[in-house]
């Protein structure tokens, strides 16, 4: 048999198999790493009722793997367990990824809490780094994402623009709530195409109680789902 058409056969016979196994990294499935963002001992912001952002990031990288997987993908949980890994650790296993997502609830600048501000600042927002060879996939699945949760009825929340120390994170997307973020750490390391999501602002205890219910993450979740399987390319 002609070299070209025994890998066609071969190729064949791989995807019929594919087709009857549970063991979809082993058949091509594009991989996702889901970085549950913080640790039970630095457990990040915490909302005015007392719910911690890791709890938060938990419960909905939990519900975004379930949708994830129901879609076919492989996926990894990162710090699934709150485990202290560094955030060097976190992306280690990214270089065969097709996309790395770090979940957060997003806290605010201690000056505005203590101005009796919180109110103020609700939505999401989206960071990636522009300047990793993956920027192209990265902002594209931070669009598509972004365009999902627009859709369901959510906001940017755009403050981490403000041009003051400790923010002042330049917008590539004003209407999407997409920002520029080259210095962080899990943006910085990571070999794949890489964003993270500020989901909502636990900060904000008007905010909070929502941000907290099941029901919220299983939404966010999906609609997260739906937008990472816009932007990764078809598998093979
Ligand atoms: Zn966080």
Redesign the pocket.
């Known amino acids: 048999m002609h070299k070209s058409a025994l890998r066609q056969s071969i190729l064949a016979v791989a995807s019929l198999i594919c087709l009857s196994s549970l063991q979809l990294a082993d058949c091509g499935a594009q991989q996702v790493l889901i970085d549950t ?2 640790t039970t001992e630095n457990p ?2 915490i909302g005015a009722a007392g719910h911690r ?1 890791f709890d938060l ?1 938990r419960q909905l990288a939990v519900a975004l793997s379930k949708a994830l997987k129901a879609q076919g993908l492989d996926v990894v949980d990162v710090a699934a367990q709150g485990s202290p890994a560094s955030l060097q650790a976190r992306t280690e296993a990214s270089g065969s990824a097709a996309l790395f997502v770090s979940i ?4 605010m600048q201690q000056a505005w809490l203590d101005a009796g501000r919180s109110r103020e600042f609700s939505g999401y927002a989206i960071f990636v780094s522009a300047s990793k060879p993956q920027y192209a996939r990265s902002l594209e699945c931070a669009k598509s994402i972004s365009r999902k949760l627009l859709s369901m009825g959510e906001h940017p929340s755009l403050y981490h623009a403000t041009p003051i120390a400790g923010e002042n994170r330049p917008l590539l997307d004003r209407s999407l709530g997409i920002h520029r973020f080259d210095d962080l750490v899990v943006l910085k390391t990571a070999e794949s195409p890489a964003l993270l999501i ?1 989901i909502g602002v636990l900060a904000n205890p008007d905010q909070e109680a929502r941000l907290a219910s099941p029901r919220f993450a299983g939404l966010a979740a999906n609609a997260i789902a739906g937008g990472i399987r816009q932007c990764l390319p078809v598998a093979p």
């Not at 957060?104 to 806290?107: N, Q």
């Open positions: 963002g913080h990040g912001a952002e990031n957060h609830h997003d806290s500020e």
